[in-house]
């Protein structure tokens, strides 16, 4: 069951925070479906400083629900 969430900064350099509380696990995914980070325990802060310049899309698992957003890394 996917639900969206909302992701801020977005666009970001950097550090992000999601609306999703509870999050067990974040998945950050190209526009090509490859998986480019995956953390577990993270909370509801995320860094992205790594990526490359580029639209991404980020799913968060709660135990229960997997949520998703689209974020723009400059």
């Known amino acids: 069951?996917?639900?969206?969430?909302f992701i801020f900064?977005?666009?970001?350099?950097?550090?992000?925070?999601?609306?999703?509380k509870d999050v067990k696990k974040v998945e950050v995914l190209d526009m090509n479906g490859r998986t480019v980070l995956q953390q577990d325990q993270c909370?509801?802060?995320?860094d992205l400083?790594?990526?490359?310049?580029g639209l991404y899309i980020m799913?968060?698992?709660?135990?229960?629900?997997?949520?998703?957003?689209?974020?723009?890394v400059k």
Do not use: C
Request: aromatic share 10%.
């Open 1 to 5: 069951d996917l639900q969206e969430m």
């Open 9 to 20: 900064p977005n666009p970001t350099y950097g550090v992000v925070r999601i609306s999703q």
């Open 43 to 46: 909370g509801n802060t995320i």
């Open 49 to 53: 400083s790594n990526l490359s310049s």
């Open 59 to 72: 799913k968060a698992y709660d135990g229960q629900h997997w949520n998703y957003g689209k974020i723009q």
